[in-house]
């Protein structure tokens, strides 16, 4: 507890507020998987009962049919809030135990081992120029090559010269033969600008060769996204708010992407990920997942990435608890700048139950078989 990091929101993220949420999924044959849930903790517990009567003595050794089971019988009471968000955490968790019962990791699983290590994108908030080339020049010393910088003052002050400033410092401090893309972060509370915003501000991106636009618009503008996708001068990425394969259907079909960012913590999990990842490649429109969650939506996109033919990035939040502070053995970068894939049976990682102790009261129930 206490150390949820910033998520750039207009009504910012406190360190006590619990946004990410851990599940562990037990079978009788005493293997246990971990998933992960963006939502409260609250909701996730209160999720965990409505579904209960569904999941229970299932055959967790499938994964999909389990997820789409719990899916297709609780639509009606919200689909795509808090049970499709801890749906997700299920799946992810059902997948990590297929993969420790056949001792593979889920790459071979989900489609086979198309690459054995990926560039991770180091995303964090951004800030004034100056703390901005601070922070850079931080993750850049640790070894990341590839980076993302979204929300905080960017586009909410309405002041174009503020934001030109801050990319020209992120460039700057990065340097040419990095990677930089920019998050708007549209989503959040009362985005105050619109299509002309979005094409203006394209432009001026294009100038420091920003590999993405992400979140430029409201996440329901799909018309205005379609219109900004034709005149952008950079390539068009979202999707991260959008749930379950089918919401991504008429986004895919319309042409409002180049990148299609679904996130497994809450789109349904890996199944739909996948899925969803697939359906992007039929249009041309490159899949590359939203992972500002924990470690385990990490190891879910590693996996992914090793069983997809084209994915070359993943994200990874910079500095958080909930990703370097959880496992027994922490994410390292090599030293190009890429994160090996575990190789190991299921997600690949293992949890430190002490260290996930620090930030969950009630973290001993995740590691504990239940009695019979």
């Not at 910033?6 to 037990?26: M, N, Q, R, T, Y």
């Not at 800030?127 to 850079?136: D, F, G, K």
């Not at 503020?162 to 549209?186: C, H, M, N, P, Y």
């Not at 490649?281 to 590359?288: A, L, N, P, R, S």
């Amino acid at each position: 507890m206490g150390e949820s990091p910033k998520g750039g929101w207009s009504a910012e993220i406190k360190p006590d507020d619990s946004v990410h949420a851990l599940i562990a999924v037990h079978t009788d044959a005493g293997i246990t998987g971990f998933g992960s849930v963006f939502t409260n903790g609250g909701l996730v517990e209160a999720a965990l009962k409505v579904l209960e009567p569904l999941y229970l003595g299932e055959n967790a050794l499938e994964p999909e049919r389990v997820s789409e089971k719990l899916n297709q019988n609780t639509f009606w009471m919200g689909r795509g809030g808090t049970l499709t968000h801890t749906i997700s955490g299920i799946d992810i968790a059902l997948w990590d135990i297929l993969g420790k019962a056949l001792g593979q990791p889920l790459g071979r699983l989900l489609g086979g081992i198309y690459r054995k290590r990926v560039m991770p994108y180091c995303s964090v908030l951004m800030e004034e120029p100056a703390a901005m080339r601070v922070t850079l020049a931080r993750f850049r010393a640790q070894g990341f090559r590839a980076f993302k910088i979204g929300w905080g003052p960017f586009g909410r002050r309405l002041d174009a010269k503020l934001d030109e400033a801050i990319v020209k410092a992120a460039r700057e401090t990065v340097g040419e033969d990095s990677q930089l893309f920019v998050d708007a972060g549209a989503s959040d509370a009362y985005w105050p600008n619109g299509l002309r915003w979005a094409i203006n501000t394209s432009h001026m991106l294009a100038a420091f060769n920003v590999g993405w636009f992400e979140e430029p618009l409201k996440p329901d503008a799909i018309d205005d996204f379609c219109e900004l996708r034709r005149q952008s001068a950079v390539p068009i990425a979202g999707g991260e708010v959008l749930t379950r394969r089918q919401s991504f259907t008429s986004w895919l079909t319309r042409g409002a992407f180049d990148i299609v960012q679904p996130d497994a913590t809450k789109v349904g999990g890996i199944s739909e990920q996948r899925r969803i990842a697939w359906m992007a490649e039929e249009f041309g429109v490159k899949y590359v997942g939203h992972g500002w969650n924990t470690a385990l939506g990490v190891a879910a996109d590693l996996q992914l990435a090793a069983a997809l033919p084209h994915v070359d990035l993943v994200e990874f939040i910079g500095g958080s608890a909930y990703v370097d502070g959880i496992l027994a053995e922490p994410f390292k970068l090599d030293a190009e700048g890429h994160l090996e894939i575990p190789m190991r049976a299921g997600l690949g990682i293992t949890l430190d139950p002490a260290k996930v102790a620090r930030y969950s009261p009630g973290a001993a129930a995740l590691f504990t078989q239940p009695a019979e």
